[in-house]
């Protein structure tokens, strides 16, 4: 157990439609990244959450947005679903930028 | 060109078997992660290095900065080793991450 919790574990939906993935970092640690990995391509990083504030931004569509709570947790909104954002979202958290990544199980994405 | 290469793509090694897997890339970066993502999906960090050579068990991961290549060597290989390792680089001056597309090894028993 890595200590970070993700929710929902699979979500299916529609196109067109809007989902939030909930991150819940280990204890303590202030960094939360989110990363896709799509069935035809490895891992590409989304962005990152330093303590509240956006610290790094990847390769995330402007349909998704991020946020990161006071209480630390993160939210991953992904709105106007297309097919091809069909893919497993992981979340990762560490306690400073370059320190060792906890990765969630994983939300699994299917757009139908 | 991808900036950060693994290789091999895939590998099959008996048990008890030296295994070796690569990484190479081509920006500079301030650290670099090997993961380990078993077939049910979830992803464990193995070591995160920013120079020299880090032991864990039956698993070493070297880096050479000058050269910008990475190893990780698995020793005495079993079937539960069977895992995509992915190798991923923190970029220099930023906190962007930059993934390898994995490398998938079967250990047969």
């Known amino acids: 157990d890595s200590g970070v919790t993700q929710t929902p574990k699979h979500l299916i939906t529609a196109t067109g439609q809007r989902v939030t993935l909930r991150c819940s970092p280990r204890s303590g640690d202030l960094s939360v990244y989110w990363y896709q990995q799509s069935l035809d391509q490895g891992l590409q990083f989304l962005i990152q959450y330093y303590n509240g504030e956006e610290r790094a931004k990847g390769n995330i569509l402007e349909r998704f947005s991020a946020q990161q709570f006071p209480d630390l947790h993160s939210e991953l909104n992904l709105s106007s679903l297309e097919l091809g954002d069909s893919a497993l979202y992981f979340c990762a958290s560490s306690g400073q930028g370059a320190g060792e990544l906890f990765f969630g199980e994983g939300s699994r994405l299917t757009v139908l | 060109k991808n900036e950060v290469e693994q290789s091999p793509q895939n590998l099959t090694a008996q048990e008890g078997e030296f295994i070796t897997i690569n990484c190479s890339y081509s920006?500079?970066?301030?650290?670099l992660h090997w993961l380990q993502q078993h077939p049910g999906g979830g992803i464990v960090s193995l070591f995160m290095l920013s120079s020299g050579k880090k032991k864990h068990g039956r698993l070493i991961a070297t880096i050479n900065i000058q050269e910008k290549h990475s190893s990780l060597h698995i020793t005495a290989s079993h079937p539960r080793d069977s895992a995509v390792y992915i190798c991923?680089?923190?970029?220099?001056?930023?906190?962007?991450?930059?993934f390898g597309t994995g490398t998938r090894l079967k250990v047969l028993a």
């Open positions: 991923a680089v923190l970029r220099s001056g930023t906190y962007k991450y930059i």
């Open positions: 920006v500079g970066i301030s650290a």
